[in-house]
């Protein structure tokens, strides 16, 4: 399969947002926050990854300390067949990631019992596990990352990372991100992250992988 591997355009952002809202679908973490129906999963990852418009001005090249006060839109790395975005991975900029920006409040894991797929309470235990495992030091937080699941398997994904670590490399930054199957972080493992921590929620195990500058 010939495909084109690069730093995506802003027109190129909602398509890459749709490949991974359909990759991720099946995910752990979907399934543990809206349950076993697949079209309730489906319309919670659309909606999860969908973004406003994106501003016109072009921002990569402020990483090194030329970023605006206001924190930036995540930027994607992603692969393109025949003019079509087929995968994707995002990057928020340090302090600009949604555990960053996550109010105090919603950082205190909930007491009593576990609510059902689709309750706030879900989502609330989701959030404070990943406020509690951040990453204390600046860096780059990385997802959503997905390939279009025809394509999966074919080394699509590596070569996005591989672009992206890149960047990271160039940059001089940490990349951090969490991930829920033990697949991914063999995956990501290939790619120089190592785990810094572990949680579990019932039926949710989740990594913490960070990867240091080369």
Do not use: K
Not at 19 to 37: E, H, K
Not at 103 to 131: H, K, N
């Amino acid at each position: 399969m010939t495909h084109e591997v690069r730093l995506l355009r802003h027109d190129e952002r909602r398509p890459a947002a749709a490949v991974a809202a359909r990759a991720l679908r099946d995910d752990p973490m979907f399934v543990y926050l809206y349950g076993t129906d697949p079209v309730v999963r489906m319309g919670a990852a659309y909606s999860s990854f969908r973004e406003p418009p994106a501003p016109a001005t072009p921002w990569w090249d402020r990483v090194r300390g030329r970023m605006p006060a206001a924190p930036p839109p995540p930027t994607v790395w992603g692969a393109v067949v025949q003019g079509h975005v087929v995968a994707g991975a995002a990057v928020a900029a340090p302090g600009s990631c949604f555990v960053d920006l996550l109010p105090p409040a919603t950082t205190r894991l909930p007491g009593g019992p576990e609510g059902p797929p689709g309750s706030p309470d879900r989502q609330a235990r989701v959030l404070a596990t990943l406020a509690a495992h951040h990453c204390p030091d600046r860096h780059w937080h990385v997802g959503p990352v997905g390939v279009e699941p025809g394509l999966q398997g074919r080394g699509v994904g590596s070569a996005v990372m591989r672009l992206l670590c890149d960047a990271m490399d160039e940059a001089g930054e940490i990349a951090f991100l969490e991930t829920e199957t033990p697949e991914n972080v063999v995956f990501y493992r290939r790619l120089g992250f190592e785990v810094t921590g572990e949680a579990q929620l019932p039926g949710l195990p989740l990594w913490f992988m960070r990867r240091d500058p080369r």
